[in-house]
């Protein structure tokens, strides 16, 4: 408990990097629209409802938008992106797998349970530790990370990320960065910090009112 106590990770970025503090906040309201969930289970383990507010306007505003997210879980993200974009990609790990690690299978049946059957979206199986991002061959406007949230895996996925998905103007965004809006992750936020080029650090940032980092170039309060 001590070891993964979150100060230790924030002393960690100190001393490693110099980076104190967390992520700059940027007000909610700058990039969350005035948008309509059609989709949303109220039920434990998943978003608050302005975090997926926050992807369905991120989604809104670009034009032919191509998402692409590690972590199906109910599919209740999905199912709400794919509203309003061309196209979505989820990708989880398999029935088979997740049973494999003692999970039952109820919980291993709820995965998608919103999102089958959405002619836009494509369910891929497989381990983001080592699935072949590169084999994909295609780069995704908005991108939504929310898979296992210890700091090596949070680190492998955004390396996986930015090295084979992410174009000039993508935008990136991680899931759980915070316990709730006003307490951050600190072994979230390390992997995060980690995983991202360190010339591309500059723009990570928390959005106000939700669990959610992202990556985002642009001008912000």
Known sequence: KVLEDDQVWFDHLESKYSYKGTFPVINSSELITNTQLNTFGFLGGGSLPTDIMLLKSLAEKINGCSYFEIGTWRGESVVNVADTAKECFTLNLSKEEITSLGLSEKYADLHA????????????????????????????????????HHYEMVKNDTQKVFENLVHKDSIVVWHDYAHTPEEVRGEVMAGIYEGVPAEERKHLYHVSNTMCAIYMKGNFD
Request: hydrophobic share 40%; net charge negative; charged share 25%.
């Open 113 to 148: 349970f919103f999102s089958k059957g959405k002619e836009n979206v494509t369910h891929l199986t497989g381990n983001s530790l080592n699935y072949d991002f590169a084999a994909l061959n295609k780069k995704f406007d908005l991108i939504f990370i929310d898979g296992d």
